[in-house]
């Protein structure tokens, strides 16, 4: 029989998933991938499109396709750079797409997490905090695991109260002392 807590944890991982894909692909009008592409051009404009897909899980292909649709809908556009590299920038519209799903996000969670009283809360981001140091054990890529988070609430590089972040900053002070 399977454990009712992993049973729990996977039902509401998919419901809040859902709920949150389905308001936020409706605030940008393209699919997951071209929301965290938006979101990690917003905060790291000049990628290369094998750089971006990297970061938000897609192969080089996927992302160049990915790339090209976001293109022709006016929401990045490609620079020459250096050599033959090209990179990738998010026009004013595709930042201004980037912004309504991070808000948009957002608005949901916090009505989601309205259900909740200030203890509960507390205690459900303890619990969180825990799994996200999990899962990136399991994936130690921040910018996979938070490709569709406003990274730039998580801290300055040198200190973080995100749990991924702190997970990062700790695993790489461990590798300077190898």
């Known amino acids: 029989m399977h454990d009712r807590t992993a049973n729990l944890l996977g039902a509401a991982s998919l419901a809040v ?7 936020t692909t409706a ?3 393209t699919g997951p991938s071209g929301m965290a592409a938006l979101i990690a051009l917003s905060r790291a404009p000049g990628l290369s499109a094998t750089e971006l897909g990297r970061r938000i899980g897609l192969t080089q292909s996927a992302s160049t396709r990915m790339v090209d649709s976001l293109e022709t809908r006016g929401l990045v ?6 050599g033959k590299w090209v990179a990738v920038h998010p026009t004013e519209e595709g930042r201004r ?8 996000r957002d608005d949901r969670v916090a009505g989601l997490l309205s259900s909740l009283d ?3 809360r507390d205690t459900l981001a303890g619990l969180l905090e825990k799994l996200l140091v999990a899962a990136y054990d399991e994936k130690p890529d921040t910018f996979y695991l938070c490709r569709l988070c406003d990274r730039d609430s998580c801290g300055d590089g040198k200190a973080t109260h ?17």
């Open 17 to 23: 998933t859902d709920l949150l894909l389905g308001a």
């Open 27 to 29: 605030a940008a009008a």
């Open 77 to 82: 556009e490609r620079r020459e750079s250096i």
């Open 97 to 104: 797409v980037a912004w309504a799903v991070l808000t948009t």
């Open 118 to 120: 200030d203890d509960e």
């Open 162 to 178: 995100c749990p991924v972040g702190a997970a990062d900053l700790e695993a790489r002070a461990n590798a300077d002392d190898v």
